[in-house]
Nanobody, 120 residues
Framework: QVQLVESGGGLVQAGGSLRLSCAAS????????MGWYRQAPGKQRELVAV???????NYADSVKGRFTISRDNAKNTVYLQMNGLKPEDTAVYFC??????????????WGQGAQVTVSS
């Protein structure tokens, strides 16, 4: 099993910044990727940003240039620095990790979610 513990989030005015973090724990051979998704009320969950073990990143077009994803491999932790926040960024943000276990099995895990609310 893998546990993901998220922190950060909260209420901020438009134009402000927030930082999310997510730490993974468990008996894991390899963390293949860590990323952030978000889900606004009445909408489907969508990718925000993801980073692979090798450091490759991918961002949703809507957050490019404003959000930065980073990863501390030694701590199995991923961060999402969110600058220039807009009201449309309001959502519950979920951490996700895709892992390979010691015997080769793979897993896909989600954090509990962190509310981000941006006021106009």
């Amino acid at each position: 099993q893998v546990q993901l513990v998220e922190s950060g989030g909260g209420l901020v005015q438009a134009g402000g910044s927030l930082r999310l973090s997510c730490a993974a724990s468990g008996i894991i051979r390899t963390i293949n990727s860590m990323g952030w998704y978000r889900q606004a009320p009445g909408k489907q969950r969508e990718l925000v940003a993801v980073v692979t073990t090798g450091g490759s990143t991918n961002y949703a077009d809507s957050v490019k240039g404003r959000f930065t994803i980073s990863r501390d491999n030694a701590k199995n932790t991923v961060y999402l620095q969110m600058n220039g926040l807009k009201p449309e960024d309001t959502a519950v943000y979920f951490c996700n990790t895709k892992v390979t276990f010691t015997l080769g099995a793979k897993g896909d895990y989600w954090g509990q979610g962190a509310q981000v609310t941006v006021s106009s």
